[in-house]
C-alpha cells in the first residue's frame, strides 16, 4: 500500500528562522515520485518540486531546499529564513507509475510563519 | 494567463440540486482529473481523464460524473447534492498523458457549499 505521512499537523515559527516539514512515505515499488505542493491562504495548490526514486540529489531554490533519503522513506523540505509569505499548508505527496500510477498526498502541514 | 481555470469559484446551492463545475487547461496536455478536498484539507483523486478517455474512476458516488467534450475540458455534473459533498473542488492537468507521475498543475478550486 502506499501511504504519505505528514506527522507535524500544525507549525509556527518566528520569522526569518529555518523550519522543516517533515514527509515519510511508505511503497513497495522501486520506481516512484515525490512531490510538494504549497497551498496558500487564497486556497489555490501550487507545484513546489518533483523528484522521482532514482534521484537522491538534494535539491535547493532560492530558500527552499529539499532532502530525499531513500533510506529513512523521507522527503524532507526546508524554508531558510522564513518569511510570513510562506504561511500556507504545504501537501508532500507520491506517486507510482508502474501501479496505479494515482497521485496520494498527505494530510498537509499547516505553517504559520508569525511576524 | 490562467494555466488551469475552473468555474464557478463558489457554489451555494440546496441539497438536492444538481449543479455542474467546468474546468479548461490551456497548457496543451492530455490528462486532467478532478480531486475533492474535504474540510480537513485531506486531497483525494476522484477522475482522471487521457484524451477525454476515463483512466481513474475512485471510488465515487454515481451522483458525479466527469464529462470530457475535448482534452482541454473536464467538467464536473453532480446530482443530487448532499451534504457531504460540501468541499472544495480542485481540477488538475498534466503533461503527454503520462499519468500523475507527470507533474499536475491545478486550477483555484471550486468551492462548493451544499445547505
Same mark, same amino acid.
Given at each position: 500500500?502506499?501511504?504519505?505521512?505528514?506527522?507535524?499537523?500544525?507549525?509556527?515559527?518566528?520569522?526569518?528562522?529555518?523550519?522543516?516539514?517533515?514527509?515519510?512515505?511508505?511503497?513497495?515499488?522501486?520506481?516512484?515520485?515525490?512531490?510538494?505542493?504549497?497551498?496558500?491562504?487564497?486556497?489555490?495548490?501550487?507545484?513546489?518540486?518533483?523528484?522521482?526514486?532514482?534521484?537522491?540529489?538534494?535539491?535547493?531554490?532560492?530558500?527552499?531546499?529539499?532532502?530525499?533519503?531513500?533510506?529513512?522513506?523521507?522527503?524532507?523540505?526546508?524554508?531558510?529564513?522564513?518569511?510570513?509569505?510562506?504561511?500556507?499548508?504545504?501537501?508532500?505527496?507520491?506517486?507510482?507509475?508502474?501501479?496505479?500510477?494515482?497521485?496520494?498526498?498527505?494530510?498537509?502541514?499547516?505553517?504559520?510563519?508569525?511576524? | 494567463?490562467?494555466?488551469?481555470?475552473?468555474?464557478?469559484?463558489?457554489?451555494?446551492?440546496?441539497?438536492?440540486?444538481?449543479?455542474?463545475?467546468?474546468?479548461?487547461?490551456? !497548457? /496543451?496536455?492530455?490528462?486532467? *482529473?478532478?480531486?475533492?478536498?474535504?474540510?480537513?484539507?485531506?486531497?483525494?483523486?476522484?477522475?482522471? $481523464?487521457?484524451?477525454?478517455?476515463?483512466?481513474?474512476?475512485?471510488?465515487?458516488?454515481?451522483?458525479?460524473?466527469?464529462?470530457?467534450?475535448?482534452?482541454?475540458?473536464?467538467?464536473?455534473?453532480?446530482?443530487?447534492?448532499? !451534504? /457531504?459533498?460540501?468541499?472544495? *473542488?480542485?481540477?488538475?492537468?498534466?503533461?503527454?498523458?503520462?499519468?500523475?507521475?507527470?507533474?499536475? $498543475?491545478?486550477?483555484?478550486?471550486?468551492?462548493?457549499?451544499?445547505?
Amino acid at each position: 500500500a502506499q501511504k504519505v505521512t505528514q506527522a507535524q499537523t500544525e507549525i509556527s515559527v518566528v520569522e526569518k528562522e529555518d523550519v522543516t516539514l517533515d514527509c515519510v512515505y511508505e511503497t513497495r515499488d522501486t520506481t516512484y515520485y515525490l512531490f510538494w505542493y504549497k497551498q496558500p491562504p487564497s486556497g489555490e495548490l501550487v507545484f513546489l518540486i518533483r523528484r522521482n526514486s532514482f534521484d537522491e540529489q538534494n535539491e535547493i531554490s532560492g530558500r527552499y531546499s529539499w532532502n530525499f533519503q531513500k533510506s529513512t522513506s523521507s522527503f524532507n523540505f526546508t524554508i531558510t529564513a522564513s518569511q510570513v509569505v510562506d504561511s500556507a499548508v504545504y501537501f508532500c505527496a507520491l506517486s507510482e507509475p508502474n501501479r496505479d500510477d494515482k497521485i496520494i498526498f498527505g494530510k498537509g502541514t499547516r505553517l504559520h510563519i508569525l511576524p | 494567463d490562467t494555466a488551469v481555470s475552473q468555474t464557478p469559484k463558489y457554489l451555494v446551492t440546496q441539497m438536492g440540486n444538481d449543479k455542474s463545475i467546468k474546468c479548461e487547461q490551456n !497548457l /496543451g496536455h492530455d490528462t486532467m *482529473y478532478w480531486y475533492k478536498q474535504d474540510s480537513k484539507k485531506f486531497l483525494k483523486i476522484m477522475f482522471s $481523464y487521457n484524451n477525454k478517455e476515463l483512466i481513474i474512476n475512485e471510488t465515487v458516488p454515481n451522483r458525479f460524473s466527469p464529462k470530457s467534450p475535448d482534452k482541454a475540458h473536464l467538467n464536473l455534473h453532480i446530482n443530487s447534492l448532499e !451534504l /457531504g459533498d460540501s468541499a472544495v *473542488y480542485f481540477c488538475a492537468s498534466s503533461q503527454l498523458g503520462q499519468g500523475p507521475s507527470e507533474t499536475q $498543475y491545478f486550477g483555484p478550486g471550486t468551492r462548493l457549499l451544499v445547505l
